[in-house]
């Protein structure tokens, strides 16, 4: 019955995470990660190291031999972050509702903000040649997400699985900034106008 229970308080709060969270996006893929039952704080990711670049082709032996090795590597969770409250209930259900009830609502409003914060300052304290470190404005936002795109494709990074998060105030920029967006989109009855941007340059825009 705990076991129950605990089942379904996890799947409350992970329906909630992927509804709030603006990052959830970003989650790998179950077979690309594993956590240590354990040692909470340590998750492994899956990586793959070829030891040699490629070989001479012989007539006589063929292809060079070469080796991979495929490895779980730990990585530290860099905090441990969480809180706890006490409250009165009447009864054991009760008491479980409430629990269930306010750790969502708790997760909702802070737990979820918190963590898609940190994924934002963690990604971005990743310097590159491409910071574009500015007050944006109509007519320089174009420029300064073209900056980001342009670096993406000298790193050779897969533009199918590309995202493009702005702030809301980047967002009014976008919209109307006269380099592209000085159209809009009209429906069939004229007073319907349409601004809204889904995706841009064949990027999900968040």
């Not at 009447?90 to 609502?105: F, H, T, Y």
């Not at 898609?116 to 963690?122: G, P």
């Not at 404005?137 to 998060?165: H, K, S």
Request: some cysteine; hydrophobic content about 40%.
């Amino acid at each position: 019955m705990a076991n129950d229970y605990i089942k379904s308080y996890l799947e409350v709060l992970d329906a909630i995470y992927k509804k709030v969270s603006v990052t959830s996006i970003l989650d790998a893929n179950p077979g690309e990660y594993r956590m240590d039952e354990m040692n909470a704080q340590t998750v492994y990711t899956r990586r793959i190291t070829f030891n040699e670049g490629m070989g001479t082709y012989s007539r006589a032996n063929g292809y060079d031999e070469g080796t991979a090795e495929a490895n779980w590597e730990a990585h530290i969770f860099a905090m441990d972050r969480g809180k706890m409250f006490d409250f009165d209930a009447m009864d054991e259900i009760e008491a479980k509702q409430s629990a269930v009830e306010l750790a969502a609502e708790y997760y909702r409003v802070n737990g979820i903000p918190e963590l898609d914060a940190y994924r934002f300052y963690k990604m971005f304290a990743i310097k590159t040649a491409a910071d574009a470190n500015a007050d944006l404005t109509v007519d320089t936002v174009m420029t300064a997400i073209d900056t980001g795109i342009e670096a993406l494709d000298d790193a050779e990074v897969p533009e199918e699985d590309r995202y493009l998060f702005v702030s809301p105030n980047c967002y009014t920029l976008m919209k109307n900034s006269g380099d592209v967006f000085n159209t809009r989109v009209v429906t069939e009855r004229s007073t319907d106008i349409n601004r809204n941007i889904t995706t841009f340059d064949n990027m999900p825009l968040i």
